[in-house]
C-alpha cells in the first residue's frame, strides 16, 4: 500500500491515520515526524520500526560477488533507518512510562541462528534487526519501556513476490 492507503486502513480500523512521507535515512526528517507526533499528539506510546526498502537481493552470490555499493546500501536501508529512528523517537517515548518498541524482522531467532539466508548482506541485515529488539530492550527497561524483535512471518513484499512468485 501507498502511506495514504496505509492511513486510510487505520481509519477504517477506527484509528486515525495521518500519511507522512518520511526518508529514515535523513536524521533532520525523522527528527521533524518526531517533533510533529509531540506537537500535533504530545506522547508517543510505540514505536514500529519496520523498514527495509530494498528493491532487490542478490540471492546465492558470495560476499565478493555481490554489488558492493548496493550491498552497503541495503545494509542502510535495513539497520540505519532502525537506529536513527529510534535515536529521535526513544527520547519522546520514553516520557511516558509503558512505551513500546518493535523490531519487525522475519525468521525467527531460532531460525536465523541455523541457517544462511542466502546473502551475504541479507543475513547481515535480518540478524542486525533481530538484535536491535534484544539491545533496545536492555535500553529502555531501566525508563519503564519494553522493546522486542517480531516476526509476523514471510513477508508479502514486492521482493519476495518478485523472487518466488508466490501470491
Not at 111 to 138: C, E, I, P, W
Request: charged letters at 25%; proline letters at 3%.
Amino acid at each position: 500500500e501507498t502511506i495514504e492507503q496505509t492511513a486510510e486502513l487505520v481509519d477504517a480500523a477506527g484509528g486515525r491515520g495521518i500519511a507522512v512521507r518520511v526518508d529514515h535515512l535523513v536524521p533532520d526528517e525523522v527528527r521533524a515526524l518526531v517533533a510533529r507526533i509531540a506537537d500535533e499528539q504530545g506522547v508517543l506510546h510505540v514505536l514500529v520500526n519496520d523498514i527495509f526498502g530494498a528493491t532487490r537481493i542478490e540471492w546465492n552470490k558470495t560476499v565478493w560477488e555481490s554489488e558492493l555499493e548496493y550491498g552497503l546500501h541495503m545494509l542502510r536501508l535495513a539497520v540505519d533507518t532502525h537506529v536513527i529512528t529510534s535515536h529521535c523517537a526513544l527520547p519522546l517515548l520514553l516520557a511516558t512510562p509503558g512505551g513500546l518498541v518493535v523490531e519487525v524482522n522475519d525468521g525467527t531467532a531460532e531460525y536465523n541462528d541455523r541457517r544462511y539466508r542466502n546473502s551475504f548482506f541479507y543475513d547481515l541485515a535480518k540478524a542486525a534487526v533481530q538484535r536491535m529488539g534484544f539491545s533496545l530492550g536492555h535500553e529502555v527497561r531501566p525508563h519503564g519501556a519494553t522493546a522486542l524483535s517480531l516476526t509476523p512471518g514471510w513477508m508479502r513484499s514486492e521482493a519476495m513476490l518478485d523472487e518466488f512468485g508466490v501470491t
